[in-house]
Nanobody, 123 residues
């Protein structure tokens, strides 16, 4: 599966932004999807994940209550709605995919990665 992330940009602190990740292929609905981010000088970290059905989600503590992951299997797209953004949310955001019925939060568990989209939150 090939992934294309979009929707990044510059936003003021407290603002909102929605990222999208479009996937190619017919098997999107069988993939667990995840969002990760990497800030300058830091390691890539987990943000959120959603199961193939959309029934299960899991978030990093740092974004819980502010970010929402969702998916539309009819459009082969996963979303990350981000609100109450903080300067520390500034990073390149990556979407990732892997097969399986569960949800996964580790980088090594994902086989497919998109190219990333930049999110910059100004103070």
């Amino acid at each position: 599966v090939q992934l294309q992330a979009s929707g990044g940009g510059l936003v003021q602190a407290g603002g909102s932004l929605t990222l999208s990740c479009a996937a190619s292929g017919r098997t999107f609905s069988s993939y667990c999807m995840g969002w990760f981010r990497q800030a300058p000088g830091k390691e890539r970290e987990f943000v959120a994940t959603i199961s193939w059905s959309g029934r299960s989600t899991y978030y990093a503590d740092s974004v819980k209550g502010r970010f929402t992951i969702s998916r539309d299997n009819t459009k082969n797209t996963v979303y990350l709605q981000m609100s109450s953004l903080k300067p520390e949310d500034t990073a390149v955001y990556y979407c990732a995919a892997r097969g399986g019925v569960g949800i996964y939060s580790r980088i090594a568990e994902y086989a497919h990665w998109g190219q990333g989209t930049q999110v910059t939150v100004s103070s």
